[in-house]
Nanobody, 114 residues
Framework: QVELVESGGGVVQPGGSLRLSCAAS????????MTWYRQAPGKQRELVASITGGGSTIYGSSVQGRFTISRDTAKNTVYLQMNSLKLEDTATYYC????????WGQGTQVTVSS
């Protein structure tokens, strides 16, 4: 099973930017999708962005146009570039690798606050 470690979270003002990283202990093969989810207190976990092995991407409607997902297979890392952050982007962000058995990271906290 692949181990995933997220990093890059923090506190940022509205309108600011952050880049999250998800580092995998093993190879991120091009056969499986990598997905960022987020969960705010009292809310359900929601899909933020996903990238397939072929490089196709999808985004949640609330982040479309502001967030960008990318992957660097040489570094076994997936990134989430978050721009124009809003108060409602505050959440714990999780990385998931799809596969015969899904792998999840422990999460990284993003707080958008003025």
């Amino acid at each position: 099973q692949v181990e995933l470690v997220e990093s890059g979270g923090g506190v940022v003002q509205p309108g600011g930017s952050l880049r999250l990283s998800c580092a995998a202990s093993g190879n991120i093969t091009n056969a499986y999708a990598m997905t960022w989810y987020r969960q705010a207190p009292g809310k359900q976990r929601e899909l933020v962005a996903s990238i397939t092995g072929g490089g196709s991407t999808i985004y949640g409607s609330s982040v479309q146009g502001r967030f960008t997902i990318s992957r660097d297979t040489a570094k076994n890392t997936v990134y989430l570039q978050m721009n124009s952050l809003k108060l409602e982007d505050t959440a714990t962000y999780y990385c998931k690798k799809s596969g015969p058995v899904d792998s999840w990271g422990q999460g990284t906290q993003v707080t958008v606050s003025s």
